[in-house]
């Protein structure tokens, strides 16, 4: 039996304070310690200074996170090559942006280039991949343009999925994005050797 999803409501995603021209651009430590004063709350900075307050997932959302996780997480332990980050891990961007993506994974190498106090703060970096998974509450084009910044910052794969339309949108650089209707499955190959994510266990 197949469940029929409530597409999303047409609201805002999330509130945006536009702190210019009011207000300096947050800088790096800044924004960091903004972030250790409101740790309750889910925040991004765009490159233009915007801060983006996002709202938190409901339970059908955190159902699909955790199976997202889960699958990916035990690719991740067992291949060995890269750490996985979980969607509390912000990331700044090669543009300025702070952004955290749903699920995100780097290679060794380049987390260990990284210094011990850049670890700890704000990884200065795009991960290798990363996914946007919708919920209720975002726009399908507010996740379309997060993902391009992520490849034009360095993002070799990106997946964006959508359980309400049944779609998985896969970005790669200097590539057309590729739309996946109702795919069984979708790989990770070439840049996740071996790993295969089980979508239609997001639908349900």
Known sequence: MTATLTPPEQKAIALVLHLSPLLKKLDEQEFYEFCMLN??????????????????TGG????RNFKLIVEFGNWVLKDGTGKG???STVFSLPNGAK???????????????????E???FPPLCP?????????????NYL???????????ARLGWLIDPFEKKVYVYRPQTAVEVLDDPPTISGEPSLPG????????WE
């Not at 059908?60 to 159902?63: A, R």
């Not at 379309?144 to 360095?154: A, F, I």
């Open 119 to 121: 670890r700890e703060a």
């Open 128 to 140: 290798d991949f990363v996914v946007e998974l919708r919920s209720p509450t975002d726009r399908l």
């Open 144 to 154: 379309q343009e997060k993902m391009e910044e992520y490849v034009s910052n360095g």
């Open 99 to 117: 952004r955290s993506p749903d699920l995100a994974w780097l290679r060794n190498e380049r987390w260990e280039a990284l210094t011990e106090r």
């Open 85 to 87: 980050f979980d969607s």
């Open 39 to 56: 740790k309750d709350l889910r925040l991004e900075l765009t490159s233009e200074g915007d801060l983006i307050i996002m709202s938190p």
């Open 195 to 202: 790993f295969v994510l089980d979508v239609q266990a997001l």
């Open 60 to 63: 059908t959302t955190g159902i």
